[in-house]
């Protein structure tokens, strides 16, 4: 049944700021510390800007103990090296929260987030997908090309 109001569709907004407000914005409110909140969420939970939320992957789905993505700290700053798949507002978002893993021996507590913003060199995005509904929320992969990023959350 289509979501409707006597104003249009409702799904369409509810969808994209459900992944921004819950995907994006609360793992930065509680695991940021006070200078990535003031960068990474104050214009996020205000709507000026829009996040996404990297944690399915080809392969592995939504299973987030089996992510091949991965994260190495070389120096002060960490390599990303992976994909991920069918990310919602992945070609509208300013910035994602990247699920990597940085032990393997750990399973899903060796998992990190990473925050990346759109534009960083060597974060690219993939493939658009070409979906029969919820047409106005982007939906794409974030593509794993070496990568090195300073903001970690958790």
Request: net charge neutral; glycine share 10%; with cysteine.
């Amino acid at each position: 049944m289509p979501c409707r109001s006597a104003h249009g569709p409702l799904c369409i907004p509810a969808v994209i700021m459900s992944v921004n407000n819950s995907l994006y914005c609360d793992p930065v409110m509680r695991y940021g510390d006070h200078e990535q909140k003031l960068k990474w969420l104050v214009p996020f939970a205000s709507g000026e800007k829009l996040g996404c939320f990297g944690l399915s992957e080809p392969g592995n789905g939504s299973d987030a103990a089996a992510a091949s993505t991965t994260a190495t700290l070389d120096g002060d700053h960490w390599v990303l090296d992976g994909t991920k798949a069918w990310i919602t507002n992945a070609h509208d978002a300013h910035a994602a929260v990247v699920i990597a893993t940085t032990d393997k021996t750990l399973k899903h507590k060796g998992l990190s987030a990473f925050l990346v913003e759109a534009g960083t060199p060597g974060f690219s995005l993939g493939k658009k997908e070409d979906k029969l509904g919820i047409r106005a929320s982007s939906t794409g992969e974030l593509l794993g090309s070496r990568r090195v990023f300073r903001p970690h959350i958790s």
